[in-house]
């Protein structure tokens, strides 16, 4: 194998390829990216079995191959190279060469054959749609799943079509996430089920896309396919928690207050708080109050009264400050509508301005 490409572009192929190589002790090549030259072009591959992607980097291929190597080593190396703009690779006993007019580099390379195939979907099911679109309804929920693999379904996001709405959920049964994002009535976007693990790498793979995408679907996978890219993920075979039976219908009180007001507060709040992250919020609309104050004995207390807008019956209630703090990076409005049913029922969290985003945060019981 020898080709010659420009090094910004082959540094950015590899990027998105490293980010998707395992740690698979077993199975050492999956920390490896795969290279193979053919006709006009370079195409990287890197898996962890669960995932898989491809990126096609334009080349001048003098002789075609195909090579197993440390992306990491590899990109750390080119990132040191300022003042090249093409660079030359090769193979050479066994080993890769990497050669610029200045710079002569050796990189130990493992048996391309070892490298295990990534599945390319040839589905009847799919769609074109815009991958910011995509981006944002993960990115806006993903935190929210649960962590533990335990119950497969709730360590993944939830994408499924609701009229004109593609809706993203997760939850890891302490607080759940929902975002609605417009899409043409007429776009069939079959239910899916996808590990969080893998959202966090198809988020990455796809924020910098602008073109349309690709995707296709079958019962045990999922892929992406742009110009440049392929990318698969595994999907779960299981059923997701009827998850609308635990919105409440009815709330007893809402509060309206300056989202930045509820983050400088919780932020904080965090330093007073105890080991269980516990915060307690106190609405009396009756002295057109709003309170959050937390306590911790070895620290001090905290209180913090802020201007807002209660309507309702009183209320006093103890949260995971975590919980609540991470879905202010998926509501664009500058006011929070908070929405509680009283003791031992959720809070339930919408921007003023924009419904499309829903959180719902269970109380603590202590």
Do not use: W
């Amino acid at each position: 194998m020898k080709i010659e490409c420009i090094k910004d572009k082959l540094i950015e192929g590899i990027a998105k390829a490293d980010r998707l190589t395992g740690k698979n002790l077993s199975l050492p090549i999956l920390s490896c990216i795969h290279m193979k030259a053919s006709k006009s072009a370079l195409t990287i591959r890197a898996t962890n079995l669960d995932c898989g992607i491809e990126i096609v980097v334009p080349a001048k291929v003098s002789e075609e191959g195909e090579i197993a190597l440390h992306g990491a080593v590899l990109s750390s190396l080119l990132s040191g190279l300022h003042r090249e703009k093409n660079i030359t690779l090769e193979t050479k006993d066994g080993n890769a060469l990497v050669s610029t007019p200045s710079n002569t580099t050796l990189i130990k390379t493992f048996s391309p054959e070892d490298f295990p195939s990534i599945p390319k979907l040839e589905s009847q099911k799919t769609i074109e749609i815009n991958p910011k679109t995509l981006v944002k309804g993960l990115k806006s929920v993903v935190y929210s799943a649960s962590t533990s693999s335990i119950k497969p379904e709730l360590a993944s996001v939830y994408i499924y079509k609701d009229g004109s709405d593609l809706v993203f959920v997760s939850t890891d049964s302490f607080r759940l996430a929902e975002k609605k994002v417009k899409v043409k009535d007429t776009l069939d976007f079959p239910s899916v089920i996808i590990p969080a693990k893998n959202v966090l790498d198809i988020i990455k793979s796809l924020e910098t896309s602008t073109e349309d995408i690709q995707v296709l679907f079958d019962k045990n996978q999922i892929a992406f396919e742009a110009k440049d890219m392929y990318l698969m993920s595994r999907v779960v075979d299981a059923t997701f928690p009827d998850y609308k039976q635990i919105v409440p219908k009815a709330f007893i009180t809402e509060v309206i207050v300056l989202k930045q007001d509820l983050v400088d507060s919780l932020k904080t709040s965090n330093v007073f708080s105890d080991k269980f992250n516990q915060v307690n919020i106190k609405a009396t609309p009756s002295k057109k109050s709003f309170v959050v104050s937390t306590k911790n004995s070895d620290v001090g207390e905290y209180t913090n009264s802020m201007d807002a807008s209660v309507t309702g019956q009183d209320v006093d209630i103890n949260f995971n400050y975590r919980y609540i703090a991470d879905c202010f990076q998926s509501i664009d409005a500058d006011s929070l509508s908070l929405s509680l049913g009283g003791a031992n029922k959720p809070l339930v969290i919408h921007g003023v301005t924009d419904r499309s985003f829903m959180y719902l945060v269970m109380p603590m019981n202590r």
